[in-house]
């Protein structure tokens, strides 16, 4: 009797979930259609967003006056005239949710992510596909691009990125935004066979570019990336290196070292020790302090990729052994990784993506966010990378007056001088990868700041 | 030779926390054949507890207590939830079944915390050294050893001179003859795996100091090593379980800093390699166990 119940219980649940479900796409699919009518409802709540939105239009203005790069480029962009055939980025971040436009009736400019929310990037793919759809919710309110509604669908690669990849292709999306590792990014590519944009947004690996294959990095590259680390603590007077590496060629633990020591080398460097550990996993280093100790003269320079609690701790080990003058410097993983908040990080130097300051577009994007939601995102050094894959992509429409996802592919070929929110893009004369500047951060009194740029 | 010594203790540290974790596993499998593949969610859960407690501003003081009480509740949670469901299936859907406590485990911290590093503030004396002549030893390292040497003679104590220890070594010899003789089954089974939480806590009070940070994927290594160890030492058997832990530590530490630079970074497959040579010439592990089951 009992199993007859929950059976019949069970057929009930199952014909109801049916009856309600959305024929297009499974649970962990986003519309931004949805998301707008969340964002209306929150925003009857108050006035507080309205008070939010206009503090975001003043923040606008006020950029100019934050001196440093990033904040140029985004003072540049808030200047940029608008034309039909340029997206106005600054005008969008500016919308205010609660008198919202007459809502866009044209056909929908359809953005697929293709997102990992595994705990290998997770950290910025789950950050990163909440705040896209609500630039989106943004762009609606002021009336889309051109009348056009920016629509957003989310898919969770789970173990099938192809799948999710189809699954978007079948809704019909324009171009794509995928997560930053190859395990991903690949299957993502061949279901694509190259013929629909896919930008890897919080990705700096080197082989994930082609724009043979419509495949775009959002950032700097790994060789980019390092090479500007090397040239750091070469400009700060250090003539000797320890570098940590997972192995010649390792794709990220590996290649950034490698890019690292190639670079202090050319520079006039030494690379006096040359350690190894395990990316992720390692926290006693003390086979590798031992050794260091033995030819350290204090003064040398320690890089890595690893993470931030990784380098605290292998800090807080040489330290134990009485080196307390060599000078640490990490990739962007030590900006996902919290290095901000970490103890004992005083005078860790790092590679943002975004060096962000008070009143940067994405600061204010990322504080209209938390007010509308409720909650702040995390991994915010990367979230702009995420709302610039989607601008590009839009670029690229208006660019060519295409829906077609190849064409879309050839216009973004084509970018050049594109202003967005983590610095300048041109992907014209490259291969996907954008040559972008390199923030160089220092966590100084405690505080993250941005200490150089190198080009 | 300095530097080998220096090696040795620091592996003996490392080896010391392995020894704990393998202990807990063994403990596990000695009375239910379960290679419980779930032991190192209870050092997710404590790392998620020590960062909560970490953000409160608490002590270390009460951090570690903590981390010991969360590991115990967490291990007779998942006995309860999980493992009594299966208890008496064969040992393979008692392995699924950890498998399955471990993901579970791992994506609900993913969905309801954070897919980010959470960090926490560690102990300022944990990268301490002090010398005794050219050796230059941390204190951590140090406590460790001292610690598991104290945890490893009570653990022997209550085996030995409890009819508790009494009951789970005549569970681990051979279940059903016990039960014949009057053990109670809940009892003991509750009792190894209360046993496994507090080893595992222990464990875990060295691990997150050090690490200073959780992931929802964080036991993964924790459990990879204590069920490596166990492996080594000869499943099912207790001492075992602790002379593979320090066999592992000492290995891994000595492999690192020996190895030339050049294949440095083949430190782990070096291990393995080395373990499959153990299992050819000694498939039953270091130390032979007759009642003992592999997996």
Redesign the interface.
Known sequence: MKLKTLIALFAIFTLLAAACGDDDGDDASVDADDMADDGDDMADDGDDMADDGDDMADDGNDMADDGDDMADDGDDMADEPHTDDSVDIAGILAADLDNCADAPSGDPIRVGMAMD???V???V??PGSNLVPFVADLANCVGGINGRPVEVRVAEVGDDAALATEELLDWGAHFLIGPPFADFALPILQTTEGQVPLFVAASTEPTLADASINSYLVTFDDHQMSSAAANWALDQGITRAIVF???EG?PYTGVNPDAFAAAFIAGGGEVVS???Y?WF?D??F???V??I??ISDNTEVVFSAA???QV??LR??L???GLDGLTYIGTDALD???IQ???NNEGIAHTPHTSISPGDPIDSLLAHYEAVNGEAL??RGFMALYVDSMFLGIQAMLDCGCDEPAQIGEAVQQISGFQGLSGEITYAGTNGIPPKAVPINRIVNGEDVLVDTRS | MIELLQNLIDGLGRGSIYALLALGVAVVFGVMHLLNFAHGELITISGYAAYAAGQQGWSWYIIAPLIVVCAVVASLVIERVAFSRVRGESDFTLLLTSFGVHFVVSAAFLLYVSASVKTYPRPGWVTNTYSVGPLNIEVFDTVVIVVTIVTLIATTMLLQRTMFGLALRAASADFDTARLMGVKSDSVIRGAFALSGLLAGIAGVFWLMRAGSTTPSAGIDPMLKGVLAALIGGLGSLRGAVLGGFALGLAEVLLRSRLPDSIASLTEGVIFVLIALLFIFRPQGLITVAHAERV
């Open positions: 929310f595994s705990d990037v997770g950290f793919d789950i590496t997972e192995g390792v040359t350690q190894n395990v996993v926290t006693d003390s086979a590798q031992n050794e100790a033995g993470l931030g609690y605290t701790a807080g080990q330290e134990g052994q996902a990784t919290g908040v970490e103890d995390e991994s």
